[in-house]
């Protein structure tokens, strides 16, 4: 007899906003237990230290983690000037000062250099891979470590507010694998103050806005309640910004077994594109729109099975 697996098929996304003091896996390890979950995972982390939206993914909602994973993410951030860490914040040892300050005027002239397709090395403390190891796991051993620039698409970086001659509050609109920890850090190198982020909020991701996020406080007032459900937003949440093609209910059925299926109507998608189809409002496949056909690359079950 096959044995059942644990908790709840419960699917779809919950947008947590994060406080400080928390892993991203804490969170979601919260949620999970929240909602009495078989299967979470989360679409980018967050350090602990920052605070801001974290986007839960439950059930089959995960297989749409890799489309939320790459979209675009907004944050906005305080720089502190005068100093650089060891971990290009305000949680690491201070490895050099300055007692120089940049003028609103020099900020704004340097900030268009961070703008566009850069190229940025992410901070020693980081989950980039050395020789098969994490960099931040080196780093907690003392290992000092030469990381190759990196390549990112930065949308937008502009400045909000130079709340005192220590402090500037940016926001940036960028692009998978930006490291805000390393804008501070060039920034400040740049306009020769050295400088670190201070504090760190996370507004957006992908479709997702930290305006519809829940707090903890929330989640643990309904946790293990059936009022908890209302919280989560469907699995289609996380296809926002994709193709959806429109396909009869027999081809709905092909791909939700793993098979090629034609289509009705594209959705707007060209040949080659990632797509999707529904059945009954549910995403059943996610897939290449082939022209004229779907080829599902992952298929979305949601039946309570043992």
């Known amino acids: 007899m096959a044995r059942r697996k644990k908790g709840r098929p419960v699917h779809g996304w919950l947008i947590v906003d994060k406080p400080a003091g928390m892993t991203s896996s804490a969170v979601v390890n919260k949620v999970k237990w929240a909602f009495e979950a078989r299967k979470a995972?989360?679409?980018?982390?967050?350090?602990?230290?920052?605070?801001?939206l974290l986007a839960v993914a439950l059930g089959e909602a995960t297989k749409?983690?890799?489309h939320i994973t790459d979209a675009r993410k907004t944050y906005r951030f305080n720089i502190r000037w005068g100093a650089e860490t060891a971990t290009d914040d305000a949680e690491g040892e201070?490895?050099?000062?300055?007692?120089e300050r940049p003028s609103r005027e020099a900020i704004l002239a340097a900030l268009p250099d961070f703008t566009g397709d850069i190229l940025q090395v992410p901070p020693q403390v980081s989950a980039v891979k050395v020789d098969g190891e994490r960099a931040y796991a080196l780093a907690r051993e003392g290992v000092e470590m030469d990381l190759a620039p990196r390549p990112l698409?930065?949308?937008r970086l502009g400045l909000v507010d130079t709340p005192d001659a220590d402090t500037v509050t940016l926001e940036m609109v960028c692009g998978k694998g930006g490291y805000v920890r390393s804008i501070a850090r060039d920034l400040g190198r740049a306009l020769g103050c050295l400088g670190h982020v201070a504090t760190l909020r996370r507004l957006a991701t992908g479709p997702f806005d930290v305006a519809d996020a829940v707090g903890l406080e929330e989640i643990r007032r309904l946790e293990r309640t059936e009022a908890i459900d209302a919280l989560l937003l469907p699995v289609a949440a996380g296809l926002e910004g994709l193709p959806e093609v429109a396909v009869t209910p027999e081809a709905?059925?092909?791909?939700?077994l793993g098979n090629p299926a034609p289509v009705l109507t594209s959705g707007g998608a060209e040949y080659g594109d990632l797509a999707w189809a529904a059945r009954d409002g549910l995403p059943v496949a996610l897939g290449a729109y082939m022209g004229g056909t779907l080829h599902p690359s992952r298929v979305f079950v949601y039946a309570d099975t043992p």
């Open 94 to 99: 201070t490895l050099r000062t300055s007692a």
């Open 252 to 256: 709905a059925a092909r791909l939700a």
């Open 153 to 155: 698409q930065v949308e």
């Open 64 to 66: 749409t983690v890799p």
């Open 41 to 52: 995972g989360h679409a980018g982390t967050l350090d602990p230290a920052a605070t801001g």
